[in-house]
């Protein structure tokens, strides 16, 4: 199935992970560790990207991003977003309906 966001301007068929950041902040680095303990727990077949919304604001601005790190999961039949602490990945993963693959480590 395929959803389409005439405000975005795109179409999305294959589930994506976006982390939007600023990346120079500490704030960004925790949420890009954080984003690897979830990386550990899902399929890695699943597409994932991080987006600095310094470097690309176009891109943040079409997402609609607000504040940052926001973590989305672009997904044609249940988009999902989470802003702030993605501490706990187990109920991260479990929000966003993505499966876990693994086990914490």
Do not use: W
Not at 2 to 19: A, H, I, N, S
Not at 83 to 91: F, I, P, Q
Request: hydrophobic share 40%.
């Amino acid at each position: 199935m395929k959803r389409c966001d005439r405000q975005q301007g795109r179409c999305v068929t294959e589930p994506v992970l976006r982390l939007y950041i600023a990346r120079t902040s500490a704030t960004a680095r925790r949420a890009e560790e954080q984003l690897g303990e979830l990386r550990a727990l899902m399929s890695p077949a699943l597409k994932v990207e991080v987006i600095d919304v310094r470097e690309r604001p176009d891109v943040a601005e079409k997402a609609r991003i607000l504040a940052t790190p926001t973590l989305t999961y672009e997904h044609p039949e249940r988009p999902r977003r989470i802003v702030g602490d993605l501490s706990d990945a187990r109920r991260v993963l479990n929000f966003l309906g993505i499966q876990i693959m693994g086990k914490a480590t």
